[in-house]
Nanobody, 124 residues
Framework: QVQLVESGGGLVQAGGSLRLSCAAS????????MCWFRQTPGKEREFVAG????????SYADSVKGRFTISKDNVKDTLYLQMNSLKPEDTAVYYC?????????????????WGQGTQVTVSP
């Protein structure tokens, strides 16, 4: 059974940093495209960042480009999201997602497995 467990969320002031982690089990991690999505109440889940199977290619939503960095460790089976220069509009529940698709980004329709989510709150 596939499990994706996020951690690292919390409350931070604007301009601060957080590092999210997603520990994966029950899947061959190096064979999956991995992404981060986020969701706020009343809105659809949106793509934030993606990384391909090998970790050699990444993509980002325009809203986070230059501030967030996605990475993966195919030995520790863990996905990361380093978030710097955080803004109040980054406040959301952040989800880890795995897909058997190729490439470095996915839509919600491509997702095979979701994590349970971790709350990130950025105060002004």
């Amino acid at each position: 059974q596939v499990q994706l467990v996020e951690s690292g969320g919390g409350l931070v002031q604007a301009g601060g940093s957080l590092r999210l982690s997603c520990a994966a089990s029950g899947l061959t991690f190096r064979c999956y495209l991995m992404c981060w999505f986020r969701q706020t109440p009343g809105k659809e889940r949106e793509f934030v960042a993606g990384i391909n199977r090998s970790g050699g290619a990444t993509s980002y939503a325009d809203s986070v480009k230059g501030r967030f960095t996605i990475s993966k460790d195919n030995v520790k089976d863990t996905l990361y999201l380093q978030m710097n220069s955080l803004k109040p509009e980054d406040t959301a529940v952040y989800y880890c997602a795995a897909s058997s698709q190729y490439g470095d980004r996915m839509t919600s329709a491509d997702v095979n497995s979701w994590g349970q989510g971790t709350q990130v709150t950025v105060s002004p």
